[in-house]
């Protein structure tokens, strides 16, 4: 059965297809689009040396309109065509990977101040398991603090402090 994305002309090249083509192009659009939605800050790690590209992105970001944003985008996507995606592709794999690296981390922590303080100062030895340089008495003060502002139905403020305090602990000892 032949590959419906390829043909084979008289002269015995294979063409591609308008429909890959097609497909391809708005694959190029479509990692424009992403392009767009990226911080400045995160563009630049992004391996891009066309000026023209850079420029459009600017662009593209500040217009307001649906339909001139789409034909931006379809220029990006033009622009693109030049250039080789699989570099910019992995950068934005690799920003992903970091993103919920980070997301997971930021739940994992969640749920360990969610045990701390359901369990009390007995499930200290939670934390100091894991970080023997946390201050095991700052820990049970946050825990008991947290404990006395439910009896007096206040403002989770402990909870807070037991959170970024775990946070400290994730930056400093990994």
Do not use: C
């Not at 390829?6 to 190029?28: F, Y």
């Not at 360990?112 to 340089?133: C, S, V």
Request: hydrophobic share 35%; charged share 35%.
């Amino acid at each position: 059965m032949p590959d419906r994305d390829h043909e084979v002309n008289d002269t015995g090249d294979e063409a591609i297809s308008k429909s890959a083509l097609k497909r391809r192009m708005t694959g190029l659009q479509q990692l424009g689009e992403q392009l767009t939605r990226l911080s400045d800050k995160q563009l630049s790690r992004v391996p891009l040396s066309d000026e023209r590209l850079l420029l459009a992105i600017d662009e593209a970001r500040r217009i307001r309109s649906n339909s001139a944003r789409r034909r931006h985008l379809q220029f990006i996507g033009k622009l693109m065509r030049d250039i080789d995606p699989e570099p910019i592709e992995r950068a934005l794999e690799a920003m992903d990977q970091q993103a919920r690296k980070s997301h997971d981390a930021f739940h994992e922590l969640e749920q360990l101040r969610d045990q701390l303080l359901a369990e009390g100062p007995d499930g200290m030895e939670r934390a100091l398991q894991r970080w023997p340089q946390a201050d095991r008495q700052h820990l049970r003060r946050l825990i008991l603090q947290h404990q006395r502002e439910v009896q007096r139905n206040s403002a989770p403020a402990a909870s807070r402090k037991l959170f970024r305090y775990l946070r400290e602990l994730q930056e400093l000892y990994g």
